[in-house]
């Protein structure tokens, strides 16, 4: 395993922190893990799963959702995102909204150590909820209000190997 500079990771770490603080309460969303929530609660939970080995050059690993797939880095941020632990074979995401409404991406993503974080070209693709019957198309995340919708996901390491 190679050692990550210790300064470089921490400036990493409250960088993503202090946008996700920003992004989350932009839209009022909160993320407990997958205990136990309200009952009559409106979210989205799932389990993501990682195949393969966490590339040494990884920066971040992480869920997240859209209103729709982005085309450009300026056309779409997402509506939240969690952040997988350091090394991880699994981890668990929730999100709570104020509403329901429908996303057109939620995606496991990898970004390149130095990579930055709003520049949605540099994200890898490792998988993505698909459309029924079209595993290529992102299928539409439809939360009702008053539902916890659960959706799993896996994210793919070899799909961040250079061309």
Known sequence: MVEKNSSARTGLVLTCLLAGGLLLGAVGACDHGLGPVGRGSTGLQGRVTLIGDWPP????????LFKQKPATSESDLPVVYKQ?????????????????GSFGYLVVAWLKEGDKLFDLDAWVELGFYAAPGSPDEPGEVLITPGEIRRIDLTGDFSKCTAP
């Open 57 to 64: 050059d990884t920066g971040i690993v992480a869920v997240a």
């Open 84 to 100: 997988a632990p350091a090394d991880s074979a699994w981890f668990n995401y929730l999100w709570e909204f104020s509403t329901g």
